[in-house]
């Protein structure tokens, strides 16, 4: 059963999703060609149909085969392949836009920067990086490191970065969207509350 906090988070993301095409202006989705790395069960290029993306134009990969199984049989016109993200069989700027949600907090020092050099390779010149990962490390879990804005900058040393705090810590959003999804989204106001960045990256070159 979904919970209240999980559908939260839900719709934080998809506002900040929201906010993120407004302040780009990003239109004409059906000639966009859009890569998900590390796509999971494919939810993510499924929700950018309702834009106006073609399926035939969306691009999935991930290193688990299970997942990569999920998203084919959720949508079998989506190209999916499993695939590890540090080696993408794709072109260099083949693609308009290439997003990663939550992949680099689970992940070391060196896998990150493959990753993020893969992502920037297969992007166009011109095109964008949707980001959404945690900033802070999990408390209790050592392997789950949080990406805050000096190590995304790092991880993308050529691009200018915009950064939406949003989302307060998914256990709290559990607990207290049980109670109140409005008291979820008033702490979400305060900056310091959220746990995540949703984040836009774009090639600085362009503009020197």
């Known amino acids: 059963m979904l919970r209240p906090g999980n559908l939260y988070v839900d719709h934080s993301r998809e506002r900040a999703l929201t906010k993120a095409i407004k302040r780009c202006q990003i ?5 966009k060609k859009i890569l998900d790395v590390g796509c999971g069960g494919g939810s993510n290029l499924i929700n ?20 990569i199984d999920e998203a084919r049989q959720r949508h ?18 083949y693609f308009d836009i290439v997003m990663q ?6 992940i070391d020092d060196q896998s990150c920067k493959r ?21 802070y490390s999990h408390p209790f879990h050592r392997d789950e490191r949080g990406i805050g804005k000096k190590a995304l ?3 993308f040393p050529n691009f200018s970065v915009w950064v939406q705090p949003i989302v307060i810590p998914p256990v709290a959003a559990r607990l207290l969207g049980d109670i109140s999804l409005l ?7 305060i900056p310091i509350l959220c746990s995540a960045y949703f984040a836009v990256l774009r090639r600085t070159a362009l503009n020197s």
Do not use: H
Not at 48 to 67: M, T
Not at 76 to 93: K, M, V, W, Y
Not at 115 to 135: C, Q, S, T
């Open 48 to 67: 950018l149909l309702k834009f106006g993306a073609k399926p035939s134009n969306l691009y999935g990969v991930d290193i688990q085969q299970d997942r």
């Open 183 to 189: 008291l979820c989204e008033t702490l979400e106001r």
């Open 115 to 135: 990753i993020a050099e893969e992502m920037g390779r297969v992007l166009r010149a011109d095109g964008l990086i949707l980001w959404y990962d945690f900033r």
């Open 27 to 31: 239109d004409e989705w059906d000639k």
């Open 153 to 155: 900058r790092d991880l």
């Open 76 to 93: 079998p016109t989506i190209n999916f392949q499993c695939t590890n993200a540090e080696r993408l069989p794709f072109d260099s700027g």
């Open 101 to 106: 949600y939550t992949v680099f907090v689970a």
